[in-house]
């Protein structure tokens, strides 16, 4: 997801599946995008300067990488005083758990899941 060129998603619309290589696995997995996604995206287009060659997702160094994304998510649990061992991983195991608490809906977090407004597929 992080590697996401602004080409690959600028033409995008609610429900289309972008297909992603998993770095570790490489195999590919469909990621549905809901509304929220698709308007996120296009707003960050509109403010940005990006081309369609660009990264979606760029830190200083060219395109943010896990393991950046890992360090960022840590600082901020810690930042909010969050106790425990948090990483961008954690994430979505994390609303799988909000969504049975709050919405007694059973979610498995490895599934298919909509990206940004996370609602299950």
């Not at 060129?5 to 995008?33: E, F, I």
Request: a positive charge; charged letters at 20%; hydrophobic letters at 35%.
């Amino acid at each position: 997801m992080l590697s996401l060129t602004v080409g690959q998603v600028q033409n995008l619309r609610a429900g289309d599946v972008l297909d992603l290589k998993q770095r570790k696995t490489h195999k590919y997995r469909p990621v549905t995008l809901n509304p929220t996604a698709i308007a996120a995206i296009q707003n960050w287009l509109a403010v940005s300067n990006l081309q369609p060659e660009d990264y979606l997702f760029m830190g200083q160094r060219g395109c943010l990488t896990v393991e950046t994304m890992s360090t960022r998510v840590k600082t901020w649990c810690q930042d909010v005083g969050l106790k425990g061992n948090y990483g961008s991983h954690t994430l979505p195991k994390t609303w799988g758990y909000w969504q049975r608490l709050e919405r007694g809906t059973i979610v498995n977090p490895r599934r298919e899941l909509y990206v940004m407004g996370l609602e299950a597929v």
